[in-house]
């Protein structure tokens, strides 16, 4: 059965630091892998999905995501956060069903 | 675009009244999911729809919640009667066939009915 991991719940980082958000699956075969922000207050928002080709994607809002399938992994990353970035990250997978499988969803707080 | 639309953004009811949920999904998209997101359980998946009928209802937590899809540009989900415990924030989200079929193409959420049971 799919499966998704995300093992950090809370993240803080400084505004301007770089960020990496990890995301593991579980699956057979190469999974279509998508990662959601989500703002108080509000539905969550495509910021990246990677169904096959390049293992390095990019989203919206400067994010980047890499495809590791050696090690099951989609980590989120960022260069630079800004405080708007302050927000839950959410990574999804979905496969040989019409279901996308969430994780737990990551909180990201971001100092000044 | 318009995106996916839902109402009411609020909705606080005493418990044992009937709460209907509403929303207009992304037109041309042909699968309609409802969530509900609490902190406790996280987002479940309640129910989808491909095509206006329901092929997955298994999330639904009992018989009190009930889910249609009258026609592609509307989908209602309903509580009847209504509990404190399904206190939450309720989503839908909609996307269209891929290529492929399944799941290569993502879902697009509104902004969520959070919903106060007294």
């Known amino acids: 059965a799919q499966s998704v991991t995300q093992p950090d719940i809370h993240i803080t980082v400084s505004e301007g630091a770089s960020l990496e958000l990890r995301c593991n699956y579980s699956?057979?075969?190469?999974?279509?892998l998508f990662w959601y922000v989500q703002s108080p207050g509000q539905g969550l928002q495509l910021l990246l999905k990677?169904?096959?080709?390049?293992?390095l994607v990019q989203g919206i809002k400067g994010f980047e995501a890499e495809f590791k399938r050696s090690q099951s992994s989609f980590n989120l990353r960022k260069p630079s956060v800004h405080w708007s970035d302050a927000a839950e990250y959410f990574c999804?997978?979905?496969?040989?069903?019409?279901?996308?499988?969430f994780g737990t969803g990551t909180r990201l707080q971001v100092f000044p | 675009d318009a995106g996916v639309i839902q109402s009411p953004r609020h909705e606080v009811t005493e418990m044992g009244q009937e709460v209907t949920l509403r929303c207009k999904p992304i037109?041309?998209?042909?699968?309609l999911f409802w969530y509900r997101q609490t902190m406790m359980r996280g987002l479940e998946l309640l129910i989808y729809?491909?095509?206006?009928?329901?092929?997955?209802d298994s999330g639904m937590p009992e018989d009190r919640f009930s889910a249609k899809m009258p026609n592609a540009s509307f989908s209602t989900l309903k509580i009847q009667p209504s509990e404190p415990r399904d206190s939450a924030v309720y989503f839908c989200?909609?996307?269209?066939?891929?290529?492929?079929?399944?799941?290569?193409?993502?879902?697009?959420f509104g902004d969520g009915t959070r919903l106060s049971i007294l």
């Open positions: 989200a909609s996307r269209r066939t891929g290529g492929t079929g399944f799941s290569n193409q993502p879902q697009h």
């Open positions: 699956y057979g075969a190469t999974p279509y």
């Open positions: 990677y169904f096959s080709g390049d293992t």
């Open positions: 999804a997978v979905g496969a040989n069903t019409d279901k996308l499988i």
């Open positions: 037109s041309g998209h042909d699968y």
């Open positions: 729809f491909n095509n206006n009928v329901p092929i997955d």
